[in-house]
């Protein structure tokens, strides 16, 4: 994972006009990095009107998007760091939830070597590869809120 990348995702300024471009309703929830190294990703997310349900917590699918975006930040921070031209695909998701997510949730994503494992062995093969990725939303106490596995494909193009 290059340096610049990492620079680039970590800079609240860069990262919110990449939202605002390119993911405008991640921007609209709040979605928030906080903080990427090449071996794990963690995003916040903050209940609030925008992102509530009817149950007087967060929507499922705003959790989603964290969940997403903190297994989407390592993939493309390897792609990053790729000379080769790789597509990437969100091909299934499933999840669990534990408790009422209320308050700032942080979903934590811990699979970087996992994801650049996998991009190096679509870009060897030249065959599209799955790669399950892990995020966890954790509440403010540090209890796990829900779970989510993402299923990554990558191939080169």
Not at 51 to 63: I, L, R, V
Not at 88 to 99: A, E, P, Q
Not at 133 to 147: I, Y
């Amino acid at each position: 994972m290059h340096a610049s990348y990492l620079k680039k995702v970590n800079n609240s300024f860069l990262y919110s006009l990449f939202l605002i471009q390119k993911l405008p309703i991640a921007w609209i929830s709040g979605l928030k990095v906080a903080g990427v190294t090449k071996d794990s990703a963690k995003v916040n997310i903050k209940f609030k009107y925008l992102n509530k349900n009817p149950f007087k917590s967060m929507y499922f699918a705003c959790q989603a998007m964290a969940a997403e975006m903190s297994t989407g930040l390592l993939a493309l921070g390897c792609l990053d760091a790729q000379s080769e031209k790789v597509s990437m695909l969100v091909i299934d998701l499933n999840c669990s939830f534990t408790k009422k997510a209320i308050g700032t949730i942080q979903f934590v994503c811990e699979d970087g070597a996992k994801v650049k494992a996998c991009i190096d062995e679509a870009v060897e093969t030249g065959k599209g590869v799955v790669c399950v990725m892990q995020s966890k939303g954790f509440n403010e106490a540090g209890d796990c809120v829900s779970t989510f596995n993402i299923n990554w494909t990558f191939k080169k193009k």
